[in-house]
């Protein structure tokens, strides 16, 4: 058998992992390491002398620097060439311009009302600000902790990423190897460290991430301890950059948002916000092969710039476009998380980054997987409110809505190319079907819904836990779940009058009858009975009748027409009940139980239609198609249902009063799997190193393996 080739003075066979020079006399390749080149100092070698060599023929010779504006240093200045990002000319020219304040764009908080409700109500639309950290729940070391001290607590052996900031290239070196430069007299170039992911190490115990970033991301909420898929490590990263470093534009990776927190030094910020024009112009400029020498800045309308000093904490959200220059040598703690408030932006990044052909290094590890696992977990929020009768917030019903778009894209996808996150146990046609049925439901109902925002009714009673509610409640409210059907839109020509317009009607005929005055605007209607929310109003609904050529039955349930049937008419007292259930007010007929006069309500709605029972028999031709999910289905993580149902979301608090109308002011993040154990993971493997690893052999699907191997035979071959 032949022995493998061996190199270097070490004389080992060839690593594809450790970097390698030549001797330009010899022709023997040596690795960096064992002749002391670091990768980035390559770069400045014009010929290469080994060790052995250099005795002989002298030292190395060094390239002539023959410029100061292009990524390459030799290319002489005629004047001809555009100065390019991060060169030594292009900082000195980025700090002379002006650009209007972040302070136009910036929201200046306090650390203690940056939560979640928060942003669940106002959105995470613009860039925070928080002076002070207390409050935010995070966690850092001093204000004094070193350089050094990364190198102590993380281990100098550990290999980083470094940006050569005046060539914007990235090279690999030991972190020791990094300290030593930074703490050096001289330092001929601008060194970057900002991928140094440290979950996995010592240091990962000073640091406690912001609340908002643990509470809303999608990886902490929505990750199964038992995915096949190796768990992302975004959350923690160690910034150290030396003055004049520069990062240009970019978005953060599958448009995570991203919080930053100097601990010393100072960073400026330069940010663009994410709106249509500017993001088309971001992929035109990103994909140009001029992109080094085109400042994306001037291309669009407004770029703000915003200094973060020491102890400032930034908040950026979803998909802004931002450059950063380091204005003095600073060290800065961050992290970025994915989460349900802009969930379309963030599909849009991703697959923007796909178009663009970001290497995998410089994207967010399983971003198609944890979208898989959010989807599956939505559809029990879904199914939740709609079981409490609440409506979902309208930033989560369009979230929905983006999310199956892009499932379905991705499933279509795959057949062509085979390199599937579809999590195993997940079985995608059925969770975007059921998922395409809630989103259906809820719009079948929209108009419903705005009449019942316009009255001030709140639509949101105090959530029971499913054990108070009984497993009957529970399977009612299935059934109606259950049996929705579409409804024929009736064409909205002035002369016919809406389903809406005649229930509209009707109520003020009713009110009329009981003596009361329609709904007014100054009348306090937000009436509560006894503080707690009887069942008869979380039906939030009404019966309505009206007879044209023959008696049209109109159900509403939430705002929504639930069944609209021809029937006999029913009594004025069950229209009147209705009315005033959905005024949440109780009203039963003297001579009836109140509950068992609401029982027979809803059981009247009862009937699942057919074309539900028919597209439940389509299932039984996927059978085939799912038999290894639904194998696993008993097995592994029941995570999210169990654990929806034994949370008891808290009572809706009151609204501002010019909203009028509440949502279910549950928190959205489900609550943590209930066999969540700390370290149940392997150590965490930071994004660089977990892209192109796969589960151990016989872990992964056979349709995964195979996914894999078909993707490594189109690229080039590439070892972890």
């Given at each position: 058998m032949a022995t493998a080739q061996l190199y270097c003075v070490c004389r080992q066979p060839y690593d594809?992992?450790?970097?390698?020079?030549?001797?330009?006399?010899?022709?023997?390749?040596?690795?960096?390491?064992?002749?002391?080149?670091?990768?980035?100092?390559?770069?400045?070698?014009?010929?290469?002398?080994?060790?052995?060599?250099?005795?002989?023929?002298?030292?190395?010779?060094?390239?002539?620097?023959?410029?100061?504006?292009?990524?390459?240093?030799?290319?002489p200045d005629d004047g001809s060439k555009p100065v390019q990002a991060g060169t030594s000319v292009f900082v000195r020219e980025l700090q002379a311009r002006t650009f209007p304040s972040g302070d136009e764009i910036l929201q200046q908080m306090h650390g203690s009302q940056v939560t979640q409700r928060y942003l669940e109500r106002h959105g995470f639309r613009y860039p925070i600000a928080v002076h002070k950290m207390e409050g935010l729940g995070l966690r850092l070391p001093?204000?004094?902790?070193?350089?050094?001290?990364?190198?102590?607590?993380?281990?100098?052996?550990?290999?980083?990423?470094?940006?050569?900031?005046?060539?914007?290239?990235?090279?690999?070196?030991?972190?020791?190897?990094?300290?030593?430069?930074?703490?050096?007299?001289?330092?001929?170039?601008?060194?970057?460290?900002?991928?140094?992911?440290?979950?996995?190490?010592?240091?990962?115990?000073?640091?406690?991430?912001?609340?908002?970033?643990?509470?809303?991301?999608?990886?902490?909420?929505y990750w199964p301890d038992d995915s096949y898929f190796p768990k992302p490590f975004v959350q923690k990263y160690c910034l150290m950059g030396m003055k004049d470093s520069y990062t240009d534009f970019h978005i953060d990776f599958g448009g995570t948002s991203v919080w930053y927190h100097v601990l010393w030094g100072e960073k400026i910020f330069y940010l663009i916000k994410p709106t249509s024009a500017n993001l088309a112009l971001y992929e035109e400029w990103s994909s140009s092969p001029s992109q080094s020498e085109v400042f994306f800045g001037e291309k669009v309308d407004k770029c703000y710039k915003c200094v973060v000093r020491q102890g400032t904490t930034l908040l950026i959200p979803t998909g802004w476009i931002h450059a950063v220059l380091t204005s003095q040598d600073c060290m800065a703690f961050g992290g970025n998380f994915l989460h349900n408030l802009?969930?379309?932006?963030?599909?849009?990044?991703?697959?923007?980054?796909?178009?663009?052909?970001?290497?995998?290094?410089?994207?967010?590890?399983?971003?198609?997987?944890?979208?898989?696992?959010?989807?599956?977990?939505?559809?029990?929020?879904?199914?939740?409110?709609?079981?409490?009768?609440?409506?979902?917030?309208e930033y989560l019903i369009k979230g929905v809505k983006a999310l199956i778009t892009a499932l379905r894209n991705w499933l279509k996808r795959e057949v062509t190319e085979p390199a599937s996150e579809v999590p195993d146990h997940i079985r995608p046609n059925h969770l975007i079907k059921m998922l395409t049925k809630e989103i259906q439901y809820l719009e079948n109902g929209n108009c419903g819904s705005k009449l019942m925002k316009s009255q001030g009714i709140s639509a949101c009673p105090s959530t029971r836990s499913a054990h108070e509610r009984g497993s009957h409640a529970r399977r009612t409210a299935r059934r109606l779940r259950d049996q929705h059907h579409h409804h024929h839109h009736h064409s909205h020509s002035p002369k016919a009058p809406s389903n809406l317009d005649i229930f509209e009607q009707h109520t003020q005929e009713v009110l009329k009858r009981l003596k009361m005055g329609p709904y007014e605007e100054d009348a306090s209607f937000n009436l509560k009975v006894n503080g707690k929310f009887n069942k008869v109003s979380t039906a939030s609904a009404a019966v309505a009748e009206r007879s044209l050529d023959n008696d049209l039955r109109l159900v509403l349930c939430n705002g929504r027409i639930i069944s609209e049937s021809a029937t006999s008419p029913s009594t004025e007292e069950d229209a009147i009940q209705g009315m005033l259930s959905m005024a949440g007010l109780l009203y039963?007929?003297?001579?009836?139980?109140?509950?068992?006069?609401?029982?027979?309500?809803?059981?009247?709605?009862?009937?699942?239609?057919?074309?539900?029972?028919?597209?439940?028999?389509?299932?039984?031709?996927?059978?085939?198609?799912?038999?290894?999910?639904?194998?696993?289905?008993?097995?592994?993580?029941?995570?999210?249902?169990?654990?929806?149902?034994?949370?008891?979301?808290?009572?809706?608090?009151?609204?501002?009063?010019?909203?009028?109308?509440?949502?279910?002011?549950?928190?959205?993040s489900p609550p943590l799997h209930p066999s969540k154990r700390p370290a149940s993971n392997p150590p965490p493997i930071s994004n660089q190193a977990t892209k192109g690893k796969r589960p151990k052999k016989g872990m992964a699907t056979a349709k995964q393996r195979l996914g894999k191997i078909l993707k490594l035979s189109r690229h080039k071959p590439f070892f972890v």
């Open positions: 594809v992992s450790r970097f390698m020079i030549e001797c330009d006399i010899c022709k023997d390749w040596f690795h960096g390491s064992c002749v002391e080149v670091e990768e980035h100092h390559a770069v400045d070698i014009d010929v290469y002398h080994c060790p052995n060599c250099d005795v002989h023929h002298g030292p190395s010779l060094m390239k002539k620097r023959r410029n100061w504006h292009r990524h390459d240093y030799t290319e001093p204000p004094d902790f070193s350089v050094k001290d990364v190198e102590r607590y993380v281990g100098g052996d550990k290999v980083i990423d470094v940006i050569d900031v005046a060539r914007q290239a990235d090279s690999k070196m030991k972190l020791s190897a990094f300290v030593k430069y930074y703490y050096s007299p001289q330092r001929p170039k601008v060194l970057n460290v900002i991928s140094l992911e440290f979950s996995d190490t010592r240091m990962s115990e000073l640091v406690v991430v912001p609340d908002i970033a643990q509470k809303m991301s999608w990886v902490e909420n802009n969930i379309g932006m963030q599909l849009r990044c991703y697959e923007m980054e796909r178009r663009l052909k970001t290497p995998d290094l410089f994207k967010f590890p399983y971003f198609e997987a944890i979208c898989w696992y959010v989807a599956k977990n939505l559809l029990e929020t879904l199914k939740e409110s709609r079981e409490d009768n609440c409506l979902p917030p039963s007929h003297p001579s009836e139980d109140p509950s068992s006069s609401q029982e027979s309500w809803w059981s009247r709605t009862n009937h699942p239609s057919p074309d539900y029972r028919e597209r439940h028999t389509t299932l039984k031709h996927r059978i085939q198609e799912h038999k290894n999910f639904m194998d696993s289905q008993g097995s592994g993580s029941n995570s999210s249902s169990e654990a929806w149902s034994n949370h008891t979301h808290s009572p809706a608090h009151g609204e501002s009063p010019t909203l009028g109308f509440q949502y279910c002011e549950t928190s959205l």
